[in-house]
């Protein structure tokens, strides 16, 4: 799993009693440190940079050979904040998922929510899909719609949306590794 953030997914994932071999982080961040809680290898792949300097190509080389280290099957991105280019997907194409808090192709990037919020749709939702070379792409395997409230503040609706998320991406996972879901 590649995440960035909370790790409130990878819980939810963790919870659900699917098999994670390893946990790797771009920053220093709370889902690396839930994740050594949980007795979960962790890696901490760092970024060197987040301006025009920072190569992409590079980095997407380095974690895909501390994937091919740990010999994992699928990789599962959750709240991952760096975008990947070809070399993850020479290594790994086709079996990198994503979870992504909007209906793609609605509002993909990094302000899925606030960008929901500010165009005013009544609906927005998440959406878990196998990750393509370009951002928030790629053929979607799960889609789950959530009411925008009209009280609603990013991080509230966002919390409603990852309230789904955490359901919905474990359940996904599921059926790919039962063979209910073919990559
Ligand atoms: C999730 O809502 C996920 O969809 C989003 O980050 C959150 C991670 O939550 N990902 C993206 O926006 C990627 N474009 P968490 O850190 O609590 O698991």
């Not at 970024?47 to 025009?52: K, L, V």
């Not at 959530?146 to 609706?157: G, S």
């Amino acid at each position: 799993m590649l995440v960035s953030g909370t790790g409130s997914i990878l819980d939810a994932i963790v919870e659900a009693g699917i098999p994670v071999d390893v946990v790797l982080a771009d920053r220093p961040c709370l889902g690396l440190l839930r994740a050594a809680d949980a007795g979960i290898d962790t890696e901490l792949v760092e970024r060197d940079a987040f301006d025009a300097s920072f190569d992409r190509d590079a980095y997407s080389a380095r974690l895909a050979e501390v994937l091919q280290k740990h010999e994992v099957d699928l990789v599962v991105m959750a709240g991952f904040g760096t975008i990947l280019t070809q070399p993850m997907h020479d290594a790994f194409g086709g079996h990198i998922l994503n979870t992504h808090p909007a209906l793609l192709p609605s509002f993909k990037g990094w302000h899925a929510v606030r960008d929901a919020l500010a165009y005013g749709v009544k609906v927005t939702g998440c959406t878990v899909h196998v990750a393509g070379i370009d951002v928030d792409t790629g053929p979607i395997l799960a889609q789950e719609a959530v009411p925008v409230l009209p009280d609603d503040t990013e991080a509230t609706l966002h919390e409603r949306i990852k309230a789904v998320e955490r359901r919905l991406y474990p359940a996904t996972i599921r059926s790919i590794l039962e063979g209910n879901c073919l990559l």
